[in-house]
C-alpha cells in the first residue's frame, strides 16, 4: 500500500493551496483517509478526515471554515483544500489511511497506512 501526498509548496499569506494524497495498492470498503500536520518543533496534529462511505467529514478548530477534505472514491485519492492560508498553517502535511472501520477517524492509532508527507510554507 502507498499513499502518494502532493500538493505543498510556497504560498503567501491569504493564498490557497490544495494538497492531494492517492492511495494505491488497497481498495477501500470503509475506514477513512485523514490530514495532519507537523510544524518544526512541534508533535504532529490532526488537521481533517473524511470517511469513503458516506463522506463524514471532521475538521480542527484551527482549519475549520478554512479548509475543505473531499475524496475521490473511484482514484482512491483524497484532497485537502486550504484557504486564506497563514504562517502557523506551516508544515509538513501528512496524509493516512484507515482500511477499515466506521466514523471519522480522528487519532493517529486509527491509521494503517501513511504518506511520505508534503511541505506547506506560509509566508507573511
Known amino acids: 500500500v502507498q499513499l502518494q501526498a502532493s500538493g505543498g509548496g510556497l504560498v503567501q499569506a491569504g493564498g490557497s493551496l490544495r494538497l492531494s494524497c492517492a492511495a494505491s495498492?488497497?481498495?477501500?470498503?470503509?475506514?477513512?483517509m485523514g490530514w495532519f500536520r507537523q510544524a518544526p518543533g512541534k508533535e504532529r496534529e490532526f488537521v481533517a478526515a473524511?470517511?469513503?462511505?458516506?463522506?463524514?467529514?471532521y475538521y480542527a478548530d484551527s482549519v475549520k471554515g478554512r479548509s475543505t477534505i473531499s475524496r475521490d472514491n473511484a482514484k482512491n485519492t483524497v484532497y485537502l483544500q486550504m484557504n486564506s492560508l497563514k504562517p502557523e498553517d506551516t508544515a509538513v502535511y501528512y496524509c493516512?489511511?484507515?482500511?477499515?472501520?466506521?466514523?471519522?477517524?480522528?487519532?493517529?492509532?486509527?491509521?494503517?497506512?501513511w504518506g511520505q508527507g508534503t511541505l506547506v510554507t506560509v509566508s507573511s
Open positions: 495498492g488497497l481498495t477501500f470498503s470503509g475506514g477513512g
Open positions: 493516512a489511511a484507515r482500511h477499515y472501520g466506521l466514523g471519522v477517524p480522528l487519532k493517529e492509532g486509527l491509521y494503517d497506512y
Open positions: 473524511i470517511t469513503w462511505k458516506g463522506g463524514s467529514t
